[in-house]
């Protein structure tokens, strides 16, 4: 190898070597500038913001769900081989997606019927007044039945 092809392949190795790097530091540059000009801006936004700091505001929400005596009121049906549920339900649980299987104990929402495990929709109405899957509150359904006995 010659002293002219040496310095070429030198002289390669590092112009291959100095692009990227300079490339990579090119891109971390725009990256912190980007990241101080988006600091800027919140505390902008924080200083002329008159709502409340994020950590002051306390939310809670309020539980909308039905008594127990409401939810051991509907029925309860414990299934049997044949696995035949009322209405148009499905074979699976639509809360937790697991099959029914023979002597799983199923409950059923009041005018929709449709179906679940006990503990699934139990848990579920402790916490909402509707039906997980038309969204259907039973609840309205339960007090229409009270007032037409009266």
Request: some cysteine.
């Given at each position: 190898m010659t002293s002219r092809e040496t310095i070429v392949l030198?002289?390669?190795?590092?112009i291959s070597l100095l692009v990227p790097s300079l490339l990579c530091l090119i891109c971390i540059a725009c990256r912190l500038h980007?990241?101080?000009i988006r600091r800027r801006r919140l505390q902008?936004?924080?200083?002329t913001s008159t709502l409340p700091?994020?950590?002051?505001?306390?939310?809670?929400?309020?539980t909308s769900?039905?008594?127990?005596?409401?939810?051991?009121?509907y029925q309860k049906v414990v299934l049997g081989e044949s696995l035949r549920l009322p209405g148009l339900n499905a074979l699976t649980c639509p809360i937790c997606l697991v099959e029914y299987s023979a002597e799983d104990s199923i409950r059923l929402i009041p005018m929709c019927q449709h179906c679940f495990h006990v503990q699934c929709v139990d848990e579920w109405l402790k916490?909402?007044?509707?039906?997980?899957?038309?969204?259907n509150s039973p609840l309205d359904h339960?007090?229409?039945?009270?007032?037409?006995?009266?």
């Open positions: 030198v002289l390669m190795v590092t980007l990241d101080a902008v936004l924080e200083a700091r994020e950590s002051s505001v306390i939310v809670t929400l309020p769900g039905l008594d127990d005596c409401t939810i051991q009121s916490m909402k007044s509707t039906c997980p899957v038309c969204r339960h007090e229409n039945e009270k007032l037409d006995q009266l």
